[in-house]
């Protein structure tokens, strides 16, 4: 049998179970996966390349431990076009997780660029109901303004909960400055 490798693409700023939840069902369709984060020039980043690097490695083989026998899943990172980085190791396919209409519509003219342009499918994976509604944005946004992280244990990982954590508590970061900020020190 042909080997099918795939690449599960994002920005992963910061993982979550919803990112996860595609992951784990994408690894029933494929040979291998490489979820490759991805800089994205239009989103300032909360959590560094390395960060990010760190942290879904460490998610990912807390997955791969708990559900073996799917496909075996790496973790890198790149940057410039994701159809370059797809050809470069070999991928016949691109994984991206739906949660919801608005999604589908954008993805979908990706999809049509990428196969014209770079001959490289992508495949849809509609996220669980869970994690319909789960956005890394929403993930920062609960964790600059909503209070106590426990409140997001139902959508990201305990590891991504303890790095917002101290990144919440760190003034010098922009996540810490905007806590600040909104519980009182920037009103005036």
Same mark, same amino acid.
């Given at each position: 049998m042909k080997h099918h490798l795939a690449v599960y693409t994002g920005s *992963?700023?910061?993982?979550?179970l919803g990112h996860l939840d595609v992951l784990e069902r994408s690894r029933g369709m494929? #040979?291998?996966?490489v979820l490759a984060i991805g800089h994205n020039p239009s989103k300032p980043a909360l959590f560094s390349f390395e960060e990010r690097l760190d942290l879904a490695r460490a998610c990912v083989a807390?997955?791969?431990?708990s559900a073996p026998?799917?496909?075996?899943?790496?973790?890198?990172?790149?940057?410039?076009l994701t159809v370059d980085f797809?050809?470069?190791?070999g991928a016949v396919a691109i994984i991206r997780g739906i949660r919801?209409?608005?999604?589908?519509?954008?993805?979908?003219?990706? $999809?049509?660029?990428?196969?014209?342009?770079a001959n490289i499918e992508t495949v849809f994976v509609v996220t669980g109901e869970n994690? $319909?509604?789960?956005? #890394?944005?929403?993930?920062?946004?609960? $964790?600059? *303004?909503?209070?106590?992280?426990?409140?997001l244990e139902p959508l990201v990982p305990k590891?991504?909960?303890?790095a917002l954590a101290r990144k919440k508590a760190d003034p010098r970061n922009p996540l810490g400055m905007l806590a600040a900020e909104h519980h009182g020190g920037g009103e005036g």
């Amino acid at each position: 049998m042909k080997h099918h490798l795939a690449v599960y693409t994002g920005s *992963f700023d910061p993982i979550t179970l919803g990112h996860l939840d595609v992951l784990e069902r994408s690894r029933g369709m494929f #040979s291998e996966i490489v979820l490759a984060i991805g800089h994205n020039p239009s989103k300032p980043a909360l959590f560094s390349f390395e960060e990010r690097l760190d942290l879904a490695r460490a998610c990912v083989a807390d997955l791969v431990k708990s559900a073996p026998g799917g496909a075996p899943v790496r973790v890198e990172t790149y940057s410039g076009l994701t159809v370059d980085f797809a050809r470069s190791v070999g991928a016949v396919a691109i994984i991206r997780g739906i949660r919801n209409v608005s999604d589908l519509a954008s993805e979908c003219q990706l $999809a049509i660029t990428n196969r014209q342009v770079a001959n490289i499918e992508t495949v849809f994976v509609v996220t669980g109901e869970n994690y $319909a509604y789960t956005s #890394s944005s929403l993930i920062k946004q609960i $964790a600059a *303004f909503g209070g106590t992280l426990d409140k997001l244990e139902p959508l990201v990982p305990k590891r991504v909960i303890e790095a917002l954590a101290r990144k919440k508590a760190d003034p010098r970061n922009p996540l810490g400055m905007l806590a600040a900020e909104h519980h009182g020190g920037g009103e005036g």
